[in-house]
């Protein structure tokens, strides 16, 4: 009898889940969950009708301030009993003989046997990329001003990163790294998250830069991340069916490409979007080496990994870390193996060795141009432009606790002091509550607060007893957390720094949507499949759409209209700087910021520093008026207070109104 036992590499991929019998566990089971989501719900239900117009009957409170994230799903809940009970004898045959077996585990590892290719996958993952690029269009299209006839797409970017981003890409595009800063008064072109020490370079990594600069020189940056959204449903698609098979791809696909959270990042040029690109394909490749132990899909997923380091190094490696975890498991399962069986023959080696050495050259590749992307920028390939640009500007936004506290100890004459001091002095009440907002938010933005804090206690209950490579996804969701725990900020929507948990928060949501189907199924109880997917269609319903008088407002529209507030401000401010009729170009114009908002800042620039308008900022401290029409004789000088919403001309003598 042969006593070798099977390691995690031999053993064949995941099957679906052994389905439970009619044990009476099961109804069991159903009714505890159903009892805690009720005294749950209920208790949320209970506080919102509580109102002050107590003349109106309960009833009429009720459905009079409906809780878009509680109460549909509390009548959803009062349903389920009638749908248990309830067992109608029908069957759609398009379905259970032809749509059923095509989305199963079984036709994936059929394909995968006989190596077929799938053309219904393949059908499939077009379907999910091509809505989520429609997704994208569609939020864009969304009206903001509509005395302007204005939607979110014709503005320019609101945040403070989008800008330095554009910056970044922009110098790429001249075949450098860096712009030299000006060289008389290099302080007054100061730009957020900009580093302007003789040399100007944005303080991010290279990944998005790269990411952006072809679109950026075809004049559609927005569609670098379109298309991004797109192709990150595409492997999510392609993760779900090398898991679980086609139909757990496909949902976790249209969770993606439907979330309004990945929606209104599509049109963010902000990090995440490309890092999700890297990453979602670095899942792909990497669950299908597992399967294939195949030196090409090991190289291919560590190209992913290597471009989501290059992009946002901190949550590619979070999101890594349980992966890595796994290989190291079977490293050390093969070093065993070959001291204890004293293996020497080719074939054992290229069990593990192929895989290694696959993810291992890009991995260096990427590090080796990270190396000399900061030498060229800090003259030193350890020091990131990221820590330097912190180190001097906003010393207390540094990484780890008590971040005010030794920032403090480091303040420089350059710190950018208003909005340095935005900055919370990170204790563990404040990241207890900041990984709280961070788990909270992107439930809710991905698909739904009910919808997947009930997936997750049902993965628990459901995969517990058993291991298999979802765990690896479930591992990932809580070491993004993890390594985001030392930093103060909870993140853009609260969420941003664990923004790419979504994606496999759908893989779980479709994983347990998957084996409740199953054993809905063989216990004959059809209608709380139909219940389930009434929920999904909802949280997709309350996400996207208004339905007045209930809701009359879409969680994606209330996002839209917050996030179009600061495009409006640049919309407003770039009109009147370059198309205002007193102001002569060429031109330099100062701006006085308000220092009541720390958030929108308008000196902007490109970065050769030649175009027609430059902004810059105006600190007569350090360099007068009268000496700034020295060093810039061609140009006119303006100031713009920002408080004041009031614009001034430099007359030689003094400030006059325009």
């Not at 809780?67 to 248990?84: E, G, I, K």
């Not at 349980?322 to 050390?332: C, D, N, S, Y």
């Not at 209950?461 to 030392?486: K, M, N």
């Not at 209330?558 to 179009?564: K, L, R, W």
Request: glycine share 6%; charged share 15%.
């Amino acid at each position: 009898m042969d006593s070798h036992q099977p390691t995690s590499a031999e053993l064949p991929p995941d099957r679906e889940q052994n389905r439970p019998g009619h044990s009476i566990w099961i109804p069991l089971m159903h009714f505890l969950i159903v009892l805690v989501l009720f005294c749950f719900l209920g208790y949320f239900e209970w506080q919102r009708i509580q109102t002050d117009q107590s003349e109106l009957p309960v009833l009429t409170r009720f459905f009079l301030y409906v809780n878009v994230d509680t109460t549909p799903y509390f009548l959803l809940l009062l349903l389920s009993p009638f749908c248990w009970w309830i067992r109608p004898a029908f069957q759609f045959r398009l379905f259970t003989r032809v749509l059923r077996p095509r989305l199963s585990q079984e036709w994936v590892r059929n394909r995968q046997s006989e190596k077929q290719i799938d053309v219904f996958a393949l059908l499939l993952s077009l379907l999910v990329a091509v809505t989520s690029f429609a997704m994208s269009f569609w939020t864009a299209s969304h009206t903001v001003n509509p005395d302007l006839h204005l939607t979110l797409g014709d503005l320019p970017p609101a945040y403070h990163d989008e800008y330095s981003y554009l910056f970044q890409s922009r110098t790429f595009l001249e075949g450098r790294t860096w712009h030299p800063g000006h060289a008389d008064a290099p302080e007054l072109f100061d730009q957020v998250h900009v580093l302007n020490e003789g040399k100007m370079a944005s303080r991010y990594f290279p990944g998005t830069g790269l990411w952006l600069a072809p679109f950026v020189a075809w004049g559609h940056p927005y569609r670098a991340y379109w298309l991004a959204g797109a192709l990150t449903t595409f492997f999510i698609f392609w993760s779900g069916r090398e898991l679980a098979g086609n139909g757990v791809g496909l949902l976790a696909g249209l969770i993606v490409a439907l979330s309004p959270g990945m929606a209104i990042f599509s049109n963010l040029l902000l990090a995440h979007h490309p890092t999700l690109v890297g990453l979602s394909a670095f899942l792909f490749f990497f669950l299908r080496m597992q399967r294939t132990r195949s030196f090409r899909d090991a190289l291919l997923a560590g190209v992913g990994l290597a471009f989501g380091m290059l992009c946002r190094p901190m949550t590619a490696a979070g999101f890594a870390l349980p992966f890595g975890i796994w290989l190291g498991v079977e490293i050390i399962r093969w070093c065993r193996t070959r001291v204890n069986h004293k293996a020497t023959d080719s074939a054992t080696e290229k069990s593990v060795v192929p895989q290694i050495t696959g993810l291992a050259i890009p991995l260096a590749c990427g590090l080796i141009g990270l190396f000399f992307y900061n030498q060229s920028i800090t003259d030193s390939g350890w020091k990131m432009p990221y820590q330097l640009y912190t180190d001097i500007y906003t010393p207390r936004h540094v990484y780890g606790f008590d971040n005010v506290v030794r920032g403090e100890q480091k303040l420089g004459p350059k710190v950018l002091e208003n909005y340095d001091k935005w900055a919370e002095n990170l204790t563990p009440a404040l990241a207890a509550q900041n990984v709280q907002n961070r788990l909270l938010a992107s439930l809710q933005w991905t698909l739904g607060l009910v919808p997947l804090l009930l997936a997750g206690l049902l993965f628990l209950i459901t995969e517990c007893r058993r291991w298999s490579r979802w765990w690896l996804i479930y591992a990932s969701i809580i070491s993004l957390h993890v390594v985001h725990i030392p930093y103060w900020y909870d993140g853009i929507m609260h969420w941003h720094y664990v923004f790419e948990t979504g994606p496999l928060w759908a893989l779980i949501f479709a994983r347990v949507t998957q084996t409740l189907f199953g054993i809905w199924r063989d216990l004959e109880r059809p209608l709380m499949s139909w219940l389930w997917s009434a929920m999904i269609l909802i949280a997709v319903a309350t996400n996207l759409t208004a339905i007045p008088p209930l809701w009359t407002v879409s969680k994606l529209e209330i996002v839209i209209n917050n996030v179009a507030f600061s495009k409006l401000k640049h919309f407003q401010f770039q009109q009147m700087i370059h198309h205002h009729p007193q102001i002569k170009q060429p031109a330099l114009i100062l701006v006085a910021h308000d220092p009541s908002d720390r958030h929108i800042d308008y000196v902007i620039n490109d970065p050769q520093l030649n175009t027609s308008v430059l902004t810059g900022r105006y600190r007569p401290e350090q360099h007068t008026p009268a000496q700034l029409q020295s060093l810039f004789p061609d140009r006119t000088l303006y100031l713009f207070d920002v408080a004041q919403n009031r614009l001034s001309r430099w007359n030689g003598r003094f400030w006059e109104p325009v």
